[in-house]
């Protein structure tokens, strides 16, 4: 069993809580125990959480069957569906991210991908939204087999990644990546390393969150930038599916932020919040708690049939419609924040 603690005050602002859900279980790998969540009190925060929360030495319990990373590469002899889509998604990110390297071929190819609005989100997530600096340096944190920092060198980006899992890790690096093992605290990067420091899906399974952003705010240099992806606990999927939306995620996911949360803990930590939105990249998210609502669970190996596909694009594109009329919806947080210069 995962032993756990009481949790009764907000972890990111101190505010006490009120209980949403109750009796939740591992639904997608099957970690012990029952779960409850919190909401903060405080309708400027909003922020949900574990209570009672797991106790730290006893989280790697809840990884032991956990697939967080899915190897883009796997496919040894990808279709012609695949290549053409590998070669727009390349055109979009060079004639948007990187015009000096792009080609008379990009910028005519890449215009098409704002005809699938969330393919293009999927683009844009991939290198965090982010243009290069000339000569920067960019690192993610919890990067996998380092999939993104392929994308992120091609637009000019000095990209390393750091990872805690070791099978990963070494596919990264046979794959010629640079990636390191270990947490952020271990490298021990000095002061003002990176110009921009990237996390997708991260800081949710992330226990001591003002230490990490701390260790952020130190590493990174004056001016630089800070991307984070995390789910919206505010989104029109969990309002629709409640309990059973897939980004609950206990007990791995610690907390879920709202769009104010997010932005507050940045702040915190010594950030100006110069983008905060939602995003609509829900294809798997609707997916996955309309089976958990069915089932009671996610099978992740399951074959998805043609009609689940479209139902899936058909609800991602709803919810990029809706997005129109409430731009806080979406089932992903997008926030990027800079760290101020001296004096400013």
Known sequence: MIRSLPAPLCPLCGT????????????????????????????????????????????????????????????????????????????????????????????????????????????????????????????????????????????????????????????????????????????????????????????????DLSTLMGECHRIMKPGGRLALLTPNADSWGHRRYGAHWMPLDPPRHLHIFTPSSLSGLCERAGFAVERSRTTPRSRGVFLGSRQIARAGRMDFQAPIGLGSRLWMEGMETLEWLRLGVAPLCGEELFTVARKKSAGR
């Open 16 to 207: 006490g809580g009120d209980p949403v859900h109750a009796g939740l279980r591992d639904f997608l790998f099957a970690a012990p125990g029952e779960w409850s969540l919190s909401r903060c009190r405080d309708d400027r925060c909003g922020t949900l959480w574990l209570d009672p929360m797991p106790v730290a030495e006893d989280l790697h319990e809840a990884y032991e069957t956990y697939m967080t990373h899915v190897d883009t590469d796997a496919a040894t002899s990808p279709s012609r569906l695949r290549r053409a889509g590998h070669r727009l998604m390349s055109a979009y990110l060079r004639a948007r991210y990187a015009p000096g390297r792009s080609t008379l071929s990009d910028r005519l190819l890449g215009p098409l991908l704002y005809l699938i609005p969330g393919h293009r989100w999927d683009a844009d997530a991939t290198v965090f939204g982010l243009k290069p600096v000339p000569g920067g340096r960019i690192l993610e944190v919890g990067c996998g087999v380092g999939a993104k920092l392929e994308w992120l060198e091609q637009i000019g980006w000095q990209a390393e990644g750091l990872d805690v899992d070791e099978k990963v890790v070494a596919l990264a690096r046979s794959r010629k990546r640079s990636v390191h093992l270990g947490d952020l605290f271990s490298r021990r990067y000095p002061d003002d390393s990176f110009d921009a420091i990237v996390m997708s899906h991260v800081i949710e399974h992330v226990a």
